[in-house]
Nanobody, 114 residues
Framework: QLQLVESGGGLAQPGGSLRLSCAAS????????MNWYRQAPGKERELVAR????????NYADSVKGRFTISRDNAKATVDLQMNILKPEDTAIYYC???????WGQGTQVTVSS
């Protein structure tokens, strides 16, 4: 069945970096655009970044432009999110998602605090 497994979250200091990874299985990954979302406590889930199936098109939320980079490896069926210059407001659970489908991983917690 469709499965998404996120990893790489943790605690980072403001200004620091983390790299999230999502391992996908059960579908044709190389044909699927992929998203990273996040949900902070008390807030709605929001789209952070999207990447096209081939990786050539990438879109970002205004709040993360210039700091986060989404990438994918179709041979490994993984999609990553490199997060730099982290801010306390980046604290959230991060989820990967298959574009257009209500399929989610378990999420990975990112906490940015000094």
């Amino acid at each position: 069945q469709l499965q998404l497994v996120e990893s790489g979250g943790g605690l980072a200091q403001p200004g620091g970096s983390l790299r999230l990874s999502c391992a996908a299985s059960g579908f044709t990954f190389s044909r699927s655009p992929m998203n990273w979302y996040r949900q902070a406590p008390g807030k709605e889930r929001e789209l952070v970044a999207r990447i096209s199936s081939g990786g050539g098109l990438r879109n970002y939320a205004d709040s993360v432009k210039g700091r986060f980079t989404i990438s994918r490896d179709n041979a490994k069926a993984t999609v990553d999110l490199q997060m730099n210059i982290l801010k306390p407001e980046d604290t959230a659970i991060y989820y990967c998602n298959i574009y257009g489908l209500d399929v989610w991983g378990q999420g990975t917690q990112v906490t940015v605090s000094s």
